[in-house]
């Protein structure tokens, strides 16, 4: 599998419910990040965990971080149809010590019905 | 709030022109990236920018690609010579900090379709 792979690839719920949405990574990360993407437009930076962190809240998203499993998971509480988009998860590895690069994954794409 | 603009928002073009893309980073950023997005398809780096030259490459970013900062403020993606693969959703992000790795930030896009 490729370095942020986002698991499942369409999730689709009812307004109110939650929704989770995984990332698994394969090398050692110095942070990773969840973007959003409403259909057409550019991605939306949410939230950015760092691999010493374990958990994040921003709102109604909670993001936890797994470094021994390489995982990440994206909670969306108490959807809205707004949530509506796809979202991605990106990789950030440093490759020195002033630089580093992103490495998105594929997406899930989530609908929210009314 | 700051954001990143770019132009133009899409681009039709026949194959073998030259395209240039345009993108106005934040304006106290200091890395600067190139993406695509293939119509259904993942994000996928192309190239990073950090004080005036390239710091890293895809295997998509060919000699058919080149970057530029021309000024203090615009950064461009020239397509040589487009090919028909070459249609897809082209995203411009910039970031400060001190790594790269941080908060990217991405415009709207410009949208390019070669025919």
């Known amino acids: 599998s490729q370095q942020g792979e986002e698991d499942p690839q369409a999730l689709s719920i009812q307004e109110g419910e939650n929704a989770t949405m995984n990332c698994s990574y394969k090398?050692?990360?110095?942070?990773l990040q969840w973007y959003r993407q409403n259909s057409g437009r550019g991605l939306v930076h949410l939230i950015l965990?760092?691999?010493?962190?374990r958990e994040k809240h921003s709102g109604r998203l909670r993001v936890t971080l797994d470094t021994s499993k390489k995982s990440s998971s994206l909670l969306i509480t108490a959807s809205r149809a707004a949530d509506t988009a796809s979202y991605f998860c990106a990789t950030a590895i440093l490759l020195t010590d002033s630089w580093g690069k992103f490495q998105f994954g594929a997406g899930t794409q989530v609908v929210v019905t009314p | 709030e700051p954001e990143v603009t770019q132009t133009p928002s899409h681009q039709v073009t026949q194959m073998g022109q030259e395209v240039i893309l345009r993108c106005v980073p934040i304006s106290n950023h200091l890395y600067f990236y190139w993406y695509r997005q293939i119509l259904g398809q993942k994000v996928e780096f192309l190239v990073s920018?950090?004080?005036?030259?390239?710091?890293?490459k895809s295997e998509i970013f060919d000699d058919q690609f080149s970057v530029e900062r021309p000024d203090g403020s615009n950064f461009t993606l020239k397509i040589r010579s487009t090919k028909l693969e070459d249609s897809a959703m082209y995203f411009c992000?910039?970031?400060?900090?001190?790594?790269?790795?941080?908060?990217?930030?991405f415009g709207p896009g410009t949208r390019l379709l070669v025919l």
């Open positions: 090398t050692s990360i110095n942070n």
């Open positions: 992000a910039s970031s400060e900090g001190t790594s790269g790795t941080e908060t990217q930030y």
């Open positions: 920018f950090y004080n005036n030259e390239i710091s890293e």
């Open positions: 965990i760092r691999s010493n962190e």
